[in-house]
Every structure is written in C-alpha cells, then in structure tokens.
C-alpha cells in the first residue's frame, strides 16, 4: 500500500527556513516520481517541486525557484523539501504525493498539473513575524 506521511511543518518568521520530510512506504522511487505541492486559503493549488530520481531530474515552480531544494535520501524511502528566504506568500498546507512514472510525460506536467495518484495528509506551514 503506497503510503507517503509528511512532517515538518511549522511557525517561522519572513526570511527563516524549514525543511519538510515526505516519509514513503509501499513503493520505491525506482518507478514513482514525488512531488510537493501546497494548497492556501482562497488559492489555486500549486505544484512546488517535483522529483524524479530515476530520471535524475527536477522541477521548481518560478515562485521557489532559488530558494526551495528537492532532494532524497540516501535510503531512498523520504524526500525532502528544503526551503530557505520564506515568505509570507509561502503560507500553506504543504502536501507530497507520488505519481506513477508511466502515467506523465514530462516531470514539469507531472508537478503542474499534479498528474499524482497518492497524497499525503499536509502539513501546515506558515511565515509570519
């Protein structure tokens, strides 16, 4: 059973850092791509960072781009999300979910269009003094 469980998440001033951990269970990364996506109040999702490291390939959205850090472990059963310079715009329930390599073209569609079949349960992340 593919399971992903996130962990991270908290209260942190403008300009401070976070890093978020996706723990998986039930699959390997060897044929799933991970992705981190977060969804805020009165906003659209939004597809963060994407990861596919069977292709050894990555994604940021624009609004990340230079400050957050997609990355796995060595073990290959958690990803992570570093994310420096936070912003108040960064205020969200920060969600991973898994998608099946077969089931997307390109890593960028996959994190756009959150081409995923399994989520975690969020975790809320906010940026505020």
């Known amino acids: 059973q593919v399971q992903l469980v996130e962990s991270g998440g908290g209260l942190v001033q403008p300009g401070g850092s976070l890093r978020l951990s996706c723990a998986l269970s039930?699959?390997?990364?060897?044929?799933?791509?991970i992705g981190w996506f977060r969804q805020a109040p009165g906003k659209e999702r939004e597809g963060v960072s994407c990861?596919?490291?069977?292709?050894?390939?990555?994604y940021y959205a624009d609004s990340v781009k230079g400050r957050f850090t997609i990355s796995s472990g060595n073990a290959k059963n958690t990803v992570y999300l570093q994310m420096n310079s936070l912003k108040p715009d960064d205020t969200a329930v920060y969600f991973c979910?898994?998608?099946?390599?077969?089931?997307?073209?390109?890593?960028?569609?996959?994190?756009?269009?959150?081409?995923?079949?399994?989520w975690g349960q969020g975790t809320q992340v906010t940026v505020s003094s």
């Open positions: 039930g699959f390997t990364l060897d044929y799933f791509a």
């Open positions: 990861i596919s490291t069977s292709e050894n390939s990555t």
């Open positions: 979910a898994a998608a099946k390599l077969w089931a997307f073209t390109t890593l960028p569609a996959m994190c756009v269009r959150a081409m995923v079949t399994s």
